[in-house]
């Protein structure tokens, strides 16, 4: 609605209540898990129940769109890309438990790189230490490594002409071309495969809501503050946390839209806001939706 001294002030007195906790890192997978009257993160939630809501052992839940668990489940949408890229930059980051690669051959080492079309390609890799090398013709090539600053790399592939980043995983299965990233975040609750109850508000969020209010505002370092409250939680170490001296070309409010998409994944948020800040949703990322040229 634009009324964002209004958004950031209920947005203090929920946080400031008492009366809801982040979850410790440690914990962070009971968003899921946990019935939401025992998730102290949990504003409002619509409860399923153990055992009476799962009479068709969870085929018709959301969660089975996402994965197969126990042989219940469709397994047919998978992690996006660009999301992959982003939550696996830091290892330390427990977002990426609600993601389960399907691995089809443990012995093989790929990596995953997207072409133009939008596809999945990979080429088997060797690992030395923290290097990575392929084989081309008879030719072995070194993957393009960058620290992340905090102990790790990301690597990156030179691919017709333009530098790709790759993701190594096993070799993993794929649907039609489409690489299986399952997606966790809504089953498991209480033990049962696909039980979940859908979060439609938790404190996360009520910090991401007032980071928003703020950077609109012109309030950077309280925006960047609240941000960092989230990553902090996620277990992002502190060469990936935000200062003022390191956002580069982003603004406060590219950094907290960043941080929703990655916080609030498959909680139903992504769309509304890329739309509701004028931006334009990229689908341009390998899956289903690019079946036909209007998918874009």
């Known amino acids: 609605m634009g009324e964002n001294d209004k958004a950031a002030s209920y947005a203090d007195k929920v946080i400031n209540s008492g009366k809801f ?11 899921a898990k946990a019935a939401p009257e025992n998730n102290p993160e949990t504003i409002f939630a619509i409860k399923f129940l153990k055992d009476v809501d799962y009479s068709d052992n969870g085929w ?13 489940g469709w397994g047919e949408m998978y992690a996006s890309r660009s999301y992959l890229e982003e939550v696996r930059k830091y290892p330390e980051d427990v977002r990426y438990s609600f993601v389960e690669p399907v691995v089809a051959k443990a012995n093989e080492l790929h990596a995953y790189y997207v072409d133009d079309n939008y596809k999945y390609n990979s080429v088997i890799v060797e690992k030395n230490g923290s290097d990575y090398t392929y084989t081309s013709g008879n030719n072995k090539i070194a993957l393009i490594k960058e620290s992340n600053g905090a102990g790790s790399f990301q690597y990156y592939i030179e691919i017709g002409n333009k530098r790709r980043t790759v993701l190594i995983d096993k070799k993993l299965e794929d649907r039609n071309g489409y690489l299986k990233y399952f997606i966790l975040k809504c ?15 938790r404190l996360a969020e009520l910090y991401l809501i007032r980071a928003e209010a703020n950077a609109k505002l ?3 370092q309280q925006a960047l503050d609240d941000v960092n409250v989230i990553r902090k939680r996620a277990g992002i170490p502190t060469a990936g946390l ?5 956002l580069g070309t982003k603004t406060a409010l590219d950094i907290v839209l960043s941080e929703r998409k990655l916080e609030l994944a498959w909680e139903g948020h992504r769309k509304f806001d ?3 800040n004028g931006f334009t949703l990229d689908r341009r990322y390998p899956g289903t939706h690019i079946a036909n040229s209007n998918s874009f």
């Open 21 to 31: 906790t982040l979850l410790s890192g440690d914990k962070y997978t009971d968003i």
């Open 60 to 72: 018709y839940t959301i969660g089975s769109m996402y994965a197969t668990i126990n042989g219940a």
């Open 187 to 201: 089953s498991g609750q209480e033990g049962q495969g696909h039980l979940w109850s859908p979060v439609i508000s």
């Open 218 to 220: 012109g309030r950077t």
């Open 242 to 246: 935000w200062t003022t001296s390191n």
């Open 274 to 276: 890329v739309f509701r």
